[in-house]
């Protein structure tokens, strides 16, 4: 990956400039302050999350899910 430095005045002037070009180019712009790094703006990895879905398509439904598991005289004998 493509790293870039950049003053943080020239940043701060060119901010959104410099956010387009980190998406579109996928460089890595190092802010710096009197030649010292103190940022690092990078791009965002377009990757799916592996925790949301991961189970899409494992599960089927069998029965009835609609009507209650138990009859009332069954919920009765509970109480």
């Known amino acids: ?46 990757e799916k999350d592996d925790i949301f879905g991961f189970l899409a398509g494992k599960a089927t439904i069998t029965g009835d899910v609609v009507s209650p598991a138990l009859t009332l005289e069954e919920w009765g004998n509970l109480a």
């Open 1 to 46: 990956m493509k790293v870039k430095k950049m003053a943080a005045g020239v940043f701060k002037t060119n901010c959104l400039a410099v956010m387009d070009e980190v998406q579109a180019k996928r460089v890595t712009v190092v802010i710096t302050k009197r030649g010292k790094p103190v940022a690092k703006l990078v791009p965002v990895n377009e």
